[in-house]
């Protein structure tokens, strides 16, 4: 029974539905203040004679101080004794425009909330010690001995990533290096074909051959490599960076090196 691991979410979707979120969270301000100041102007020609429409002007678009001079003067030109009410509109606006600003604020909080901050790429371990599906310590004695050659298996390797161990063709030994189990394209496992002997990735259909060269797009890069080592004294699989070599496949310098 294969051993499957759950890739992380791209970083991607949480930028994306951040912005989603910021972009409906702009639209219902604006549809909240635009409605407001509609409904405000409605009321205001409602609510005065005909012969003194068209000498009251819109309380818009203005500072809070030359609005309720606006206001003084709207009272003095329509001799309608509505300051009161003019002031009354002035603080429900300035509560709208207020509480619109709120929302904008909270609009990374609300975020954060809902899907956490993106995750922060960090240096990889030093070393750490090959698991297989049950969480146990690999031990290349025993592991030799329940594995064919030329057998790919998956482990959990570097940062708990899925990792294939490659037993060689005599089965007397591991393969010195490792190769991630994650596709370069979106990060889906890629399971190995016994039958046409490489690695066919279920999400996008990327190929790869046994040693994790790209055979077929969108993959762009072929699989990162990860160091096996045994522990002298305890016998345990141990899987290190590959840093400072060289990637055989390309002769380059492994993409996945920052």
Not at 47 to 60: E, K, L, Y
Not at 197 to 221: M, T
Request: glycine fraction near 6%; include cysteine; charge should be neutral.
């Amino acid at each position: 029974m294969a051993m499957r691991f759950s890739p992380t979410r791209p970083l991607p979707v949480v930028l994306m539905t951040w912005m989603v979120l910021i972009v409906v969270a702009n639209v219902v301000s604006a549809s909240f203040i635009v409605s407001r100041k509609v409904s405000h102007g409605v009321y205001t020609i409602l609510s005065t004679a005909p012969s003194d429409r068209t000498i009251r002007r819109p309380v818009v678009g203005v500072s809070a101080t030359k609005r309720t001079e606006q206001c003084e003067r709207n009272k003095e030109a329509s001799g309608n004794d509505d300051l009161d009410h003019c002031r009354r509109r002035l603080v429900l606006d300035s509560i709208l425009l207020g509480s619109g600003g709120a929302v904008l604020l909270a609009q990374p909080l609300i975020c954060n909330a809902l899907f956490g901050l993106p995750d922060v790429p960090t240096a990889p371990p030093s070393r750490t010690t090959a698991k297989d599906r049950m969480g146990s310590d690999v031990v290349l004695s025993t592991y030799l001995q329940t594995h064919r050659p030329n057998d790919f298996s998956l482990v959990q390797g570097l940062k708990g990533d899925p990792a294939y161990l490659i037993v060689s063709l005599d089965g007397s030994a591991l393969l010195p290096y490792a190769l991630n189990a994650e596709c370069t394209h979106l990060g889906c496992v890629v399971p190995y074909d016994e039958a046409q002997l490489k690695f066919i990735c279920p999400c996008h259909g990327s190929q790869y051959d046994k040693e994790g060269r790209v055979l077929r797009g969108p993959a762009p890069s072929p699989l990162s490599l990860e160091k096996v080592i045994s522990d002298d004294e305890s016998g345990k699989l141990l899987l290190e960076p590959w840093t400072n070599e060289v990637d055989f496949r390309t002769g380059l310098k492994g993409w996945w090196v920052s």
